[in-house]
């Protein structure tokens, strides 16, 4: 198991996680496919000419599935109970296909839960960026964490 129980978690705590990735067009198109995302801004090349980025960008939930994908390992891989949701998910930039990201994880609050006493409640902030160290994706991520077994 290579998560984090709660107690092992302290706020400020950073990952940086080094599984790095490159976006590649079978990725963006799959995915949008999969999702049934039928929008032209990652489908069509042609006509994603035409807008002020000039190519198909990538879809911004493969980058939200990225960013919490690839922090699993390092966090939450075997400990986490449940997803509570994501809140403030923002992509100041856009990914183009040949782009390779990379993520860092920042614990952001701890709490207890007040209806699970074997669990705690995890803020964590997760942050894509670029080849260029560009920005390109953030959220905050609330997780239902287990405690350490007694």
């Not at 709660?6 to 400020?12: D, R």
């Not at 986490?80 to 390779?100: I, Q, S």
Request: glycine share 6%.
């Amino acid at each position: 198991m290579a998560g984090l129980f709660f107690e092992e978690f302290t706020v400020g705590m950073t990952f940086q996680h080094p599984i790095r990735r490159t976006i590649t067009e079978a990725d963006n198109v799959f995915f949008s496919a999969l999702t049934h995302n039928p929008a032209a801004l990652h489908l069509d090349e042609e006509a994603s000419k035409k807008t002020e980025y000039g190519a198909r960008i990538v879809n911004s939930c493969l980058t939200l599935s990225f960013m919490v994908g690839i922090s699993v390992g390092e966090t939450t891989l075997g400990t986490a109970v449940a997803n509570l949701g994501w809140d403030e998910v923002r992509f100041p930039k856009p990914l183009f296909h040949g782009d390779t990201i990379r993520i860092e994880t920042e614990v952001a609050e701890l709490r207890e839960s007040k209806s699970r006493p074997d669990n705690g409640i995890v803020i964590f902030i997760h942050r894509c960026f670029n080849q260029r160290d560009e920005l390109v994706g953030v959220c905050k991520r609330s997780a239902l964490m287990r405690r350490r077994p007694k």
